[in-house]
Structures are given as C-alpha cells and as structure tokens.
C-alpha cells in the first residue's frame, strides 16, 4: 500500500494543536482525519477523472501521437472491427503478409496514437490524461487505517506501482492534496473543531 504523503497547512497545525483531545489515535482526532481523508479522496478521484488535473492543477499530460496497434481489452467499449494497417489503398481485416497471412487481426491500427484509440472507444472526453481507461485504478484507491491515522492508497502493489509510474513518466505529483484539497480539508478541520468545541 502506498500511503498519500502531504505537508500539513500551517492552520491544520495549528488547530489541531489547540485541543490535546485531538492525537489522531483519540475518538475526536480519529474522526476529523478519517473525515478529511475521505474527502480528499472523493476530490482528488473528481479532480484527476473529471478534470485531468495534477496535484498543482495543470494538465497531466497529452496523450502520445505515436502510431500504433491497440486491443480492445476490458474497457467495455468497442472500436469497431479490428483492422490493419492500410495496404494498397485499404485496411485490411486479415494479415496480408509475413507468418499471420490470412490470420484476422485481433488488434486495431490507430494512426494518431492512444489518443485516437481512446476517443474511439468513447474515453477521450478531454482530450487530455485523465489516467482512466477502465477506471480500475482510481476505483480501487481507498482510505485506509494505518494505526497510526489515516492514509489514501491501494491494497494491491500492481495498482500503486502503476500510479507511482504515471508520476514518473508525466514528471509531476498527480496524487498529492491540491491547493483546492487543502483549503477544503481546512474547512472540513474547522467545522468539525466547531462541533466538538460546541458538544
């Protein structure tokens, strides 16, 4: 499991520190981060989704131009009838040539790359990254207890290596707490600071 790893805002420090009640291990404490952990999460799924944004709010990326075969796979969505390359003038549905002659493509030919694939199988709606193909990833990222608070990742080491690798290749933090996050996670600490004070 990979755990989100933040900077607390300087008035989460502070509030925090105000009430000794509040060790992240006691009821109170508890509550406030588990809150806020689970708010993050619903934010940062809505953030990298809908928006394709990374954690400082630009775009994650652009999808790659480069030519290339792509499969169907298990997006639910079809492209259509796998098809060649195009060969004397058309695209072919068998292999015209080499050790599959006459075997049907099980693959498609995208001339504009993953993003032309993905806007085939209806999952290009921004036009940029938004880390979504089957949405199994973000799906399965979750809020865990880690005895000692609470954390946002995944159960599965696949999962996290796959994220971890999605920050690496677009050079950027994609799962930290944005500065939207941060500002409504302050909110969330201070109404609920609120609350308990008024118990």
């Given at each position: 499991m990979?755990?989100?790893k933040?900077?607390?805002?300087?008035?989460?420090?502070?509030?925090?520190?105000?009430?000794a009640?509040?060790?992240?291990?006691?009821?109170?404490?508890?509550?406030?981060?588990?809150?806020?952990a689970?708010?993050?999460?619903?934010?940062?799924?809505?953030?990298?989704?809908?928006?394709?944004?990374?954690?400082?709010g630009?775009?994650?990326?652009?999808?790659?131009?480069?030519?290339?075969?792509?499969?169907q796979?298990?997006?639910?969505?079809?492209?259509?009838?796998?098809?060649?390359?195009?060969?004397?003038?058309?695209?072919?549905?068998?292999?015209?040539?080499?050790?599959?002659?006459?075997?049907?493509?099980?693959?498609?030919?995208?001339?504009?790359g993953?993003?032309?694939f993905?806007?085939?199988?209806?999952?290009?709606t921004l036009?940029?990254?938004?880390?979504?193909?089957?949405?199994?990833?973000?799906?399965?990222?979750n809020?865990?207890?880690?005895?000692?608070?609470?954390?946002?990742?995944?159960?599965?080491?696949?999962?996290?290596?796959?994220?971890?690798?999605?920050?690496?290749?677009?050079?950027?933090?994609?799962?930290?707490?944005?500065?939207?996050?941060?500002?409504?996670?302050?909110?969330?600490?201070?109404?609920?600071?609120?609350?308990?004070?008024?118990?």
């Open positions: 990979i755990t989100l933040t900077n607390a805002d300087e008035q989460i420090t502070f509030l925090l520190s105000e009430l009640d509040l060790d992240p291990k006691a009821v109170i404490g508890t509550e406030i981060v588990r809150t806020v689970f708010g993050q999460l619903a934010e940062m799924r809505r953030r990298i989704r809908v928006e394709g944004l990374a954690t400082n630009g775009k994650i990326g652009n999808y790659s131009t480069r030519p290339g075969y792509f499969a796979g298990e997006v639910g969505s079809s492209f259509g009838r796998p098809l060649g390359k195009f060969y004397k003038g058309k695209r072919r549905s068998k292999f015209a040539g080499g050790k599959k002659k006459g075997q049907d493509h099980k693959t498609r030919y995208f001339e504009k993953y993003g032309q993905k806007t085939a199988i209806g999952r290009n036009g940029s990254v938004n880390l979504s193909l089957s949405g199994n990833m973000l799906d399965q990222m809020v865990f207890n880690t005895g000692i608070g609470w954390g946002i990742g995944w159960t599965s080491d696949e999962l996290a290596d796959r994220a971890i690798g999605f920050e690496k290749k677009y050079k950027k933090s994609i799962f930290g707490m944005s500065q939207r996050e941060r500002k409504l996670a302050v909110g969330t600490i201070k109404r609920m600071l609120g609350n308990a004070f008024n118990r």
